[in-house]
């Protein structure tokens, strides 16, 4: 059986991964030209479709019949073409965002619900929220409801979705709108899903209010298209395996520590153990400055180093699925923290003072490793999600840390 995603510019999609581990048909990425949507969607050989901008509502008009959800949506993402040739549509974004709903167990009933922009993503969403008895309001550039007057008409909102492209990659940190305005808020949902943390997720996170991405409706809607496609229902558990594989293979592991407590080498072990791309933010300053580290303290001093340590991280931390060393500073910058976060499992290196080397670390030459060490622990503790003791063998440690990341897989 063949069946696909079709598009017109398609990329890096993550869409035949998780179709392959749903079920074992033949799933392709097909990207057509406007001109060539019908003869492909009427005569071209597939059993089922899947559909992405900017064709949702152009196959439509290929359907002999189409569900009440993608009617009420006014868009397709879902065709299954019949044995006698017609063509049924139907829209699983909707299916994947009630899912998305349900893994934050908030109930969006009589609650008055944000949607971030007006377009397809918008309608889909309202037409969920709407139908759960959520009180809806459509945030646009230039509508009645808009950027300009949200604080003061909507500062009670409950429930925010953003439905717009904005902090997705490759223009991460940025946030649509200031979560902090919302006095009365429960909820954050952001249907991008890369990265895995968006500037508003991670408002959010800060606020303490649950929120959640768009990875598992991604995933949730293609199990309810391969259940369209196969003419059969796939079992939950395998929505809840797929997102905590996929999470996890996207999810750059990142390695903070005191200087010298062995972050680079076990950076490089872990990633050959995970067969892991491996970077090294320190290698990386260097590649950019064209100087070596005392270098560029000479020169620069410690702020200097540190600005340039920033900008290296930002852009390291919008990769996926790498193992990135850090250096021992870079937590005493706290716009460090959410490029950190955004995309990684952030773990802390421990090793005792009288193990850490000195050479070749400005810092450490010259300051009581004590007390660096007094000052910097609680802000390694507030960046971390976990730490692991490197006092014994190499090998210890990244079993260690595998085996924590194997728990934090089973348990997302």
Request: glycine share 8%.
């Amino acid at each position: 059986m063949k069946c696909g995603l079709l598009g017109e510019k398609l990329g890096h999609s993550y869409s035949p991964q998780i179709h392959a581990e749903l079920a074992d048909y033949d799933y392709r990425l097909y990207e057509r030209r406007p001109e060539e949507v019908e003869q492909f969607v009427r005569y071209g050989d597939w059993r089922g479709m899947n559909v992405t901008i900017p064709y949702k509502k152009t196959v439509m008009q290929y359907c002999s019949e189409l569900s009440d959800t993608a009617r009420k949506i006014g868009a397709v993402n879902t065709l299954l073409k019949r044995d006698d040739g017609t063509i049924y549509g139907d829209n699983t974004d909707a299916f994947g965002f009630e899912i998305l709903l349900r893994s934050l167990r908030f109930d969006p009933a009589g609650q008055k619900a944000l949607i971030l922009g007006s377009g397809g993503a918008s309608a889909m969403a309202q037409a969920v929220l709407g139908g759960l008895g959520a009180k809806v309001f459509v945030i646009s550039r230039g509508g009645e409801n808009n950027y300009e007057n949200i604080k003061e008409k909507h500062a009670d909102a409950a429930l925010i979705v953003n439905t717009t492209p904005v902090g997705m990659y490759p223009k991460n940190g940025i946030s649509p709108v200031d979560v902090r305005m919302f006095s009365s808020l429960k909820a954050v949902v952001d249907v991008v899903y890369n990265p895995a943390r968006t500037a508003l997720m991670l408002q959010a996170e800060e606020m303490s209010i649950p929120f959640a991405g768009g990875l598992i409706m991604l995933v949730a809607q293609a199990k309810r298209s391969a259940e369209i496609f196969l003419g059969k229902e796939i079992p939950d558990s395998e929505l809840d395996r797929i997102h905590r594989q996929l999470s996890f293979q996207m999810q750059n592991l990142i390695l903070i520590g005191m200087p010298g407590s062995g972050k680079s080498t076990i950076a490089k072990m872990l990633a050959e153990r995970l067969s892991r791309p491996c970077f090294e933010a320190d290698q990386e300053i260097v590649r950019a400055a064209g100087m070596s580290i005392p270098d560029i303290f000479k020169a620069e001093g410690e702020n200097g180093f540190r600005m340039r340590e920033t900008e290296v991280l930002r852009e390291l931390g919008k990769r996926s699925g790498a193992v990135i060393s850090t250096g021992g500073g870079c937590i005493t910058r706290r716009e460090n923290y959410p490029l950190l976060h955004q995309n990684g499992i952030v773990i802390r290196l421990r090793r005792d003072i009288d193990k850490l080397p000195k050479e070749g670390r400005p810092l450490s030459l010259k300051t009581d490793l004590n007390k660096m060490a007094e000052i910097r622990n609680p802000l390694y503790e507030a960046f971390a999600d976990y730490t692991v003791d490197n006092n014994g063998s190499r090998e210890q440690t990244v079993d260690c840390i595998l085996q924590h990341l194997k728990m934090s897989e089973k348990h997302e």
